[in-house]
């Protein structure tokens, strides 16, 4: 298997947790989560040490680093997060309900998956859109293909941006010039939530309620699968100084399943392609 010595992050897994997104690993090795449910964004020190960076902020799918330091999240709009605890908005719009998961190319540009309706709620659905915001401000449309636009990431050449549908169980393959989008895999159970990329091509899916991660080869034929030890597997990143170490958010967990959602932290024998931090 290329994922092994999965574990829980024993400090997060002994607080109780709802839904928890965004997971990534900062520079100083601190492990950064959202809680979508419960809200706040969290980080787990290298030594054990939970903080919350930013309480009570519900709805965070996506969370990225920024060049000034501090961290981009999601919610009903797109905010930085400053080091100081400052928040400086990004990005919103009218008719949003709101940004999901986000991504970052090579050049700092942010990529942010838009909610045009409310699943969780039961409204009807509604496609949704990939916009790329530049460090100049200005906004475009990628694709309008999507439903219910997750894990967002890039091929290894930057031509290419994933992005996870859990509405259609399916993750898209979009041109980063022109915007031509098409079907790339399809889940192999369960649903296809966050994702992430590695240095060979492959993708890296959270299956949602199929409890694991799959890995697709560049051509979307199905590589393998993983089993974890949750029921719903939201996200997953990877980070460390060799790009090996691989963070994974979950709703729930076998372990302590009182104690609901958590992180769980493995080792992959692909390195990932680093996500970079925005410069919007």
């Known amino acids: 298997m290329l994922l092994s010595d999965v574990e829980p992050v024993q400090a997060v897994l002994a607080r109780p947790h709802g839904l928890l997104e965004g997971p990534r690993l900062g520079a100083d090795g601190e492990a950064v989560y959202s809680d979508v449910i419960a809200g706040g964004l969290w980080g787990c020190s290298a030594d054990g040490r939970v903080r919350e960076i930013l309480p009570k902020r519900r709805g965070i799918g996506g969370v990225l680093a920024h060049t000034d330091g501090g961290w981009v999240i999601s919610g009903r709009s797109v905010i930085h997060v400053q080091a100081d605890g400052e928040q400086r908005e990004i990005l919103s719009g009218e008719g949003v309900c709101g940004y999901n998961d986000l991504g970052a190319t090579s050049d700092g540009e942010l990529l942010a998956g838009v909610l045009s309706y409310r699943p969780l709620a039961g409204e009807d659905q ?21 439903i219910w636009p997750n894990g967002i990431g890039l091929s290894p050449d930057g031509a290419t941006i994933y992005i996870s549908d859990y509405a259609q169980q399916a993750v898209l393959a ?9 079907r790339f895999c399809d889940s192999p159970r369960g649903s296809a939530d966050g994702l992430a990329v590695d240095c060979a091509g492959g993708v890296w899916v959270a299956l949602g309620e199929g409890g694991g991660v799959a890995r697709f080869y560049p051509d979307g034929e199905l590589d393998e699968v993983t089993a974890l030890p949750a029921s719903f597997v939201s996200s997953l990143s990877f980070g460390g100084t060799d790009m090996c170490d691989v963070l994974i958010t979950t709703a729930d967990n076998h372990v302590q399943p009182e104690l609901g959602g958590t992180l769980l932290r493995a080792r992959s024998e692909v390195a990932g392609v680093p996500v970079g931090p925005v410069r919007v």
């Open 126 to 146: 509604r496609p949704g859109q990939l916009l790329a915001l530049d460090p100049r401000g200005a906004v475009e449309i990628l694709t309008e293909e999507v």
């Open 174 to 182: 979009v041109a980063r010039a022109g915007g031509a989008t098409q």
